[in-house]
């Protein structure tokens, strides 16, 4: 089974995300409890009770609201209810604390506990961020970048996210590091985009270790130095940013020093696989393909490569379609095994080069579809462009040719 170069499919530009990605994670992103308020003395605000109840509705302590609408939320001492953590939230937003504003404007856009509206999201998180909370902040400048509710305003979305980075923001110091790599409302400045994406990856921002990685690993901005960019790509992946896997589980193939470990490639493998990333699944199945790092199962490996194939990964279309055609663990299938490399090789660049020599080969023999020599010598000359990593396509080219 061929094997291909490892690229991953990461190279897309991501787009700067909402400082909370899903409902789920939202209950969970409450963070610090709130301090700035008044406390009554002797009371938990971590149990749920009838004297937090109390201090929330009788004494109306900002405190207490927040705490029980972060209780309700993640169903601490209490069943899981949002619509009363909402109205808990609604009561502290009133009493102006802005912590309370902000979750009540990811309440508004989510639509979590209450009906979805973005517009209200919009004001609840104006008004937090008018008292300078940074989470909020960082908010705004979202909806003012995509023009959520708002006018699409890049130069105002940088300006919010300066002001939100300046708190130690570190989703805010990612964003504006990205806006300064991209020239994206700002002058593109490349050392600007590394000291912001420096500061957010010390306040451990996975999504910016990510980035100072790709750097380290391409020189882009900074000394190359593949060892440093392995550690970072680790530390991003430990913090839980889907797009370090894959890496992770690169470096371990033994790249520049660092060791090869076949196990743990492995797991990162999988770990980028079980994430949706083709690329991953591609790797995972080349390692059972051959028992690389975990007991060798060829039909598991043709499970991943049927996967990472329906979402349309060439390098999976190709790997699929060789085997169609030699009937290696599946029925012999010229046909299929054709499609799949006819529909590989039109991705083009940079995944469907490796289609073009096999398709050119079928359409020389008519495996899975008619003959066609004018064809083969269209992709046998698209594959001799490639230069070596097709040697045999100028041969057989010159070979065509030479018979008319």
């Known amino acids: 089974m061929a094997q291909f170069m490892p690229v991953s499919v990461h190279y897309v530009m991501r787009p700067i995300s909402p400082p909370t990605a899903s409902k789920a994670a939202f209950t969970k992103s409450w963070g610090k409890t709130v301090t700035l308020v008044k406390h009554i003395p002797g009371l938990d605000y971590n149990v749920f009770n009838k004297k937090l109840v109390d201090a929330a509705l009788k004494k109306g302590n900002v405190k207490a609201q927040f705490s029980l609408a972060y209780l309700y939320f993640n169903g601490q001492g209490v069943n899981i209810n949002y619509q ?31 009906d979805k509206n973005e ?15 940074g989470d909020a902040l960082t908010f705004l400048a979202w909806c003012y970048l995509y023009g959520i509710v708002v006018h699409e305003n890049h130069n105002e979305a940088a300006n919010l996210y300066a002001k939100a980075a300046d708190k130690g923001n570190s989703n805010a110091q990612t964003a504006l590091g990205l806006m300064y790599e991209r020239g ?37 901005g900074v000394p190359r130095n593949l060892e440093k960019a392995f550690y970072l790509y680790r530390e991003s992946a430990d913090n839980g940013f889907d797009d370090a896997f894959w890496w992770v589980g690169f470096f371990y193939t033994g790249i520049g020093d660092i060791p090869t470990n076949n196990e743990l490639s492995y797991k990162y493998f999988l770990k980028s696989a079980e994430t949706g990333n083709p690329d991953g699944m591609v790797q995972v199945a080349n390692c059972l393909e051959v028992g690389k790092g975990v007991r060798k199962d060829r039909n ?12 349309n990964y060439a390098p999976a279309m190709v790997s699929l379609g060789e085997r169609y055609m030699s009937g290696d663990g599946v029925q012999q299938d010229y046909k299929i095994g054709f499609k799949l490399f006819h529909d590989a090789a039109l991705q083009g ?56």
Not at 186 to 201: L, Q, V, Y
Not at 205 to 218: I, P, S, T, V
Not at 300 to 310: D, I, K, Q, T, V
């Open 349 to 404: 660049p940079p995944f469907g080069i490796f289609a073009y020599f096999r398709l050119a080969i079928c359409y020389e023999n008519g495996y899975g579809t008619s003959r066609d020599l004018e064809k083969a010598k269209y992709w046998y000359k698209k594959a001799a462009e490639l230069g070596d990593l097709f040697p045999e396509a100028p041969k057989r080219l010159q070979l065509l040719e030479s018979k008319n």
């Open 184 to 220: 994206d409302g700002i002058p593109k400045n490349e050392s600007k985009s590394i000291e912001f994406f420096e500061k957010a990856a010390k306040n451990g921002n996975g999504q910016a270790m990510y980035k100072l990685a790709q750097k380290y690993r391409e020189g882009n």
């Open 119 to 133: 517009s209200d999201a919009v004001h609840y998180a104006q008004l937090a961020a008018n008292k300078g909370d």
């Open 300 to 311: 598991e490996a043709l499970r991943y490569y049927n996967l990472a194939a329906s979402k």
């Open 84 to 114: 009363e953590a909402v109205r808990y939230l609604r009561m502290a937003s009133n009493m102006g604390l802005p912590q309370a504003q902000y979750r009540l404007s990811l309440c508004y856009y989510y639509g979590c506990g209450v």
